[in-house]
């Protein structure tokens, strides 16, 4: 079932027990029965009985050690989160899947207030949860707390980065964005008239975004969409700031997939060196 038809099928005692989890994530990897029951306003035995229907609808995650906790698992993550958007009135209907990655799903949707949009549902580290802490510096921290980051980080970028060529962002709930649909295609996906002017768009782009203090951290061609009206800069969890140690290694990296991908595709050579040097001047 996919998340739509997962919503379709919560009722107001299911959303109560959501809540609990929620509220009590940042505290438990699985929070315990006792406290989801309190939150809730439910007894205990129905919150269980209810916990394993939500379980058999791959919503939550139960387990039993010193006490039963439940958490939550991508789609009831995301389910949670798409519900939390409707509560504060900014989506009225969501649509197909537009796409999926490694860290994220995305559907189309609509809203009252902004108009065609498409939502962003972030799961970092699920399922492959220990090869993500492996490959980022994660601590601890369980996965649903970790996929709210991911789409936190990318809100904050992104409202930063307003009026530059990113898509407008609109909400943020659990590890789920709201943002403007824009209608391109990624760069690896077309052959371009004019490459030469769109690696300049692309450079003068993150100049502008370093000079608002945001580096992309894994800017490539699958997250640079083009259309006859120009670039637009895509996919910002991992974005960092010039308070990052090693922020320098990272716009470096950006520059050479950007440039590596034009020399490739199109033979264009460009002094690493020399683009960085712009990017970084005052």
Same mark, same amino acid.
């Given at each position: 079932?996919?998340?739509?038809?997962?919503?379709?099928?919560?009722?107001?005692?299911?959303?109560?027990?959501?809540?609990? #989890?929620? $509220? $009590?994530?940042?505290? +438990?990897?699985? !929070?315990?029965i006792e406290l989801i029951s309190k939150k809730a306003n439910l007894n205990v035995g129905k919150v269980e009985s209810i916990l394993?229907?939500?379980?058999?609808?791959?919503?939550?995650?139960?387990?039993?050690?010193? $006490?039963?906790?439940?958490?939550?698992?991508? #789609?009831?993550?995301? !389910? $949670?989160?798409?519900?939390?958007? %409707? =509560?504060?009135?900014?989506?009225?209907? #969501?649509?197909?899947?537009?796409? @999926?990655?490694?860290?994220? %799903?995305?559907?189309?949707? +609509?809203?009252?207030?902004?108009?065609?949009c498409v939502?962003?549902?972030?799961? %970092?580290? +699920?399922p492959s949860f220990k090869k993500v802490k492996e490959k980022r510096d994660y601590g601890t921290l369980h996965f649903s707390i970790l996929t709210i980051r991911s789409a936190r980080n990318e809100y904050n970028a992104l409202r930063k980065l307003t009026g530059l060529a990113v898509p407008k !962002? +609109?909400?943020?709930?659990?590890?789920? %964005?709201?943002?403007?649909?824009?209608?391109?295609? @990624?760069?690896? =996906?077309? =052959?371009?008239?004019?490459?030469?002017?769109?690696?300049?768009? #692309?450079?003068?782009?993150? =100049?502008a975004m370093f000079l608002r203090d945001v580096i992309h951290c894994d800017l490539s061609q699958y997250n640079i969409l083009v259309n006859p009206e120009g670039v637009w800069i895509i996919d910002f969890p991992q974005s960092i700031t010039k308070e990052h140690e090693n922020w320098e290694w990272f716009l470096r990296r950006d520059v050479e997939n950007v440039l590596n991908y034009f020399?490739?595709?199109y033979g264009i050579e460009k002094d690493i060196n020399e683009v960085i040097k712009y990017i970084r001047k005052e």
């Open positions: 079932m996919e998340i739509i038809d997962r919503y379709k099928s919560m009722n107001k005692h299911k959303w109560r027990i959501m809540d609990g #989890i929620f $509220y $009590y994530l940042w505290d +438990y990897e699985f !929070v315990p394993r229907e939500l379980s058999d609808e791959k919503m939550v995650e139960n387990k039993t050690t010193e $006490y039963l906790g439940s958490t939550f698992t991508f #789609i009831g993550l995301s !389910v $949670y989160s798409l519900h939390r958007l %409707v =509560r504060r009135g900014k989506i009225d209907m #969501i649509g197909k899947k537009m796409g @999926e990655g490694k860290e994220s %799903v995305v559907y189309n949707c +609509y809203s009252e207030k902004y108009g065609e939502i962003k549902f972030h799961r %970092v580290g +699920y !962002v +609109y909400a943020w709930e659990g590890n789920a %964005v709201l943002m403007e649909l824009i209608d391109a295609k @990624e760069l690896f =996906r077309v =052959r371009l008239e004019n490459p030469e002017d769109v690696l300049e768009m #692309i450079i003068d782009e993150t =100049r020399r490739k595709t």
